[in-house]
């Protein structure tokens, strides 16, 4: 079943986890179980050009359990980016606000704006939009 649930959802999510095997090591992937928490750091994100991917997902989707090992990846690879990880059923008002309606949802964020949103597991369009808007603006001298 879960390989039509990916299917439907677009996705190499078996390859991703072929590509990424999990690991035990600390993640850098933040975690947020507070709205309260999760807005002051949105808010103090909004003053970076730092981009930010904010994975929504649940305990119970399986294809979202597929996709966390490449996150955990992705996040090592590009530590100039910040990965968020926020559950819906914890923080459905920010699921909400954020239109989340199927899962794995990855909202692509810079300066508290929406660049990319990918819906489903499909981790090689996620990197290619990472390395496509992760490069800070650049200034003129």
């Given at each position: 079943?879960?390989?039509?649930?990916?299917?439907?959802?677009?996705?190499?999510?078996?390859?991703?986890?072929?590509?990424?095997?999990?690991?035990?090591?600390?993640?850098?992937?933040?975690?947020?179980?507070?709205?309260?928490?999760?807005?002051?750091?949105?808010?103090s994100a909004k003053q970076s050009p730092k981009l930010m991917v904010i994975d929504f997902?649940?305990?119970?989707?399986?294809?979202?359990?597929?996709?966390?090992?490449?996150?955990?990846?992705?996040?090592?690879?590009?530590?100039?980016?910040?990965?968020?990880?926020?559950?819906?059923?914890?923080?459905?008002?920010?699921?909400?606000?954020?239109?989340?309606?199927?899962m794995p949802t990855l909202v692509l964020m810079k300066q508290g704006k929406e660049v990319?949103?990918?819906?489903?597991?499909?981790?090689?369009?996620?990197?290619?939009?990472?390395?496509?808007?992760?490069?800070?603006?650049?200034?003129?001298?």
């Open positions: 079943m879960g390989g039509i649930v990916s299917g439907l959802l677009g996705g190499d999510a078996s390859a991703a986890a072929a590509e990424y095997p999990s690991s035990s090591e600390p993640s850098r992937v933040l975690e947020f179980h507070s709205s309260q928490r999760w807005r002051l750091h949105f808010n997902s649940a305990k119970w989707c399986g294809p979202c359990k597929m996709m966390e090992p490449a996150l955990r990846a992705m996040a090592d690879k590009y530590p100039n980016v910040d990965f968020i990880k926020i559950d819906v059923d914890e923080l459905s008002d920010v699921a909400q606000e954020f239109g989340v309606q199927a990319e949103r990918i819906i489903g597991t499909k981790t090689a369009e996620l990197e290619s939009k990472i390395t496509k808007h992760r490069e800070l603006p650049k200034f003129a001298a």
